[in-house]
């Protein structure tokens, strides 16, 4: 069972991180999510979701919205550092922060691990495992572009939120599928999201 650490930060696009978890369990995956306060507040101003603040009811929320999926579910608070995900002896196989804000990405590139996101992700950086880093902003500003080279310098994977279109969604959803479908693919983790470029369609 593939381990992933999956964090949502308080950029908007937090159904691009929803439908990745979906995606995840959906794969047999075993996830640890890390929620900061902002994404809670994101999701109750972008899907009129209230994310519980206590871990063990926060995952029975996100659990009932697909029951019966293969994968595994835990939740971990901003502080607890004695979450697998805090410790370069129990790292993850990947991690991925989506969405993911431009805060969050500057203390990634500059090693501040002031909470469990920032320090999961330094933990990655360290091991030399797999970071996707989800930015949803437009524009960037010099200062973004210049965290975004050293993080990518560093070995982690930028994937901004930027859909393609040329499979003519119809839905939202099929949007932000396509987001989603590349962030599966750069984790190695199968999906049928959408169809493969120059397979049947």
């Known amino acids: 069972m593939k381990r992933i650490t999956l964090a949502w930060t308080g950029a908007s696009g937090l159904h691009y991180g929803l439908r990745l978890l979906d995606g995840l369990l959906a794969a047999g995956c075993r ?5 900061s306060q902002t994404a809670r507040i994101v999701a109750k ?3 009129d979701l209230n994310l519980p603040s206590g871990s063990a009811e926060l995952v029975a929320v996100l659990l009932a919205r697909n029951p019966g999926q293969p ?3 835990k939740a971990y608070g901003r502080d607890e550092w004695f979450a697998p995900a805090a ?3 129990n790292p993850a196989d990947a991690m991925v922060v989506c969405p993911c804000t431009m805060g969050s990405l500057a203390a990634i590139a500059h090693g501040l691990a002031d909470n469990l996101i920032e320090r999961a992700a330094d933990v990655m950086l360290k091991e030399k495992r797999p ?3 989800v930015p ?3 524009p960037f500003s010099l200062i973004h ?3 975004m080279t050293q993080l990518a310098e560093a070995g982690a ?3 901004p939120a930027n859909p393609g279109f040329y499979h003519r969604p119809e839905t939202v959803e099929q949007v932000v599928d396509f987001i989603v479908a590349r962030i599966l693919d750069q984790l190695g983790v199968a999906h049928s999201l959408m169809p493969r470029w120059g397979g049947d369609v």
Do not use: F, K
């Open 157 to 159: 994977t930028i994937l």
């Open 145 to 147: 572009l210049r965290n």
């Open 131 to 133: 970071l996707i880093l």
């Open 71 to 73: 994968g595994e579910l």
């Open 87 to 89: 410790s370069g002896s």
């Open 31 to 35: 996830v640890d999510l890390l929620v």
């Open 136 to 138: 949803r902003e437009t």
């Open 45 to 47: 101003q972008e899907l």
